[in-house]
């Protein structure tokens, strides 16, 4: 599980079954501090999200048990993060968002 920012929405003119009632969002891990990490991603929830949205997010074969097991997803959206709090216990540092 990692948590990610909702970049904005993807739309699909055309789509295999198990995504015609699927919200489809791209996201961004980010960090410890808050700060993006990595490539931009597209996950797939059963609700949608609003831009700039910390989320919850499931990678992997796991992803797909938040659905019907046949869907083909790499990334989904279990939740959305209303509060983060981040203590770096070493030093006392903290990123809130």
Not at 6 to 21: C, K, N
Not at 55 to 71: Q, W
Request: hydrophobic fraction near 45%.
């Amino acid at each position: 599980m990692k948590l990610a920012r909702v970049l904005g929405h993807v739309v699909l003119s055309r789509a295999i079954e198990p995504y015609a009632s699927k919200a489809l969002h791209l996201i961004q891990d980010v960090d410890a501090s808050l700060q993006p990490v990595g490539e931009p991603e597209v996950s797939v929830t059963w609700q949608a999200m609003k831009k700039d949205d910390l989320v919850l997010v499931e990678v992997s074969r796991e992803a797909c048990n938040a659905f019907d097991a046949t869907i083909p997803a790499d990334a989904v959206i279990i939740g959305r993060a209303d509060q983060v709090r981040i203590e770096n216990h070493k030093n006392g540092d903290s990123a809130e968002g």
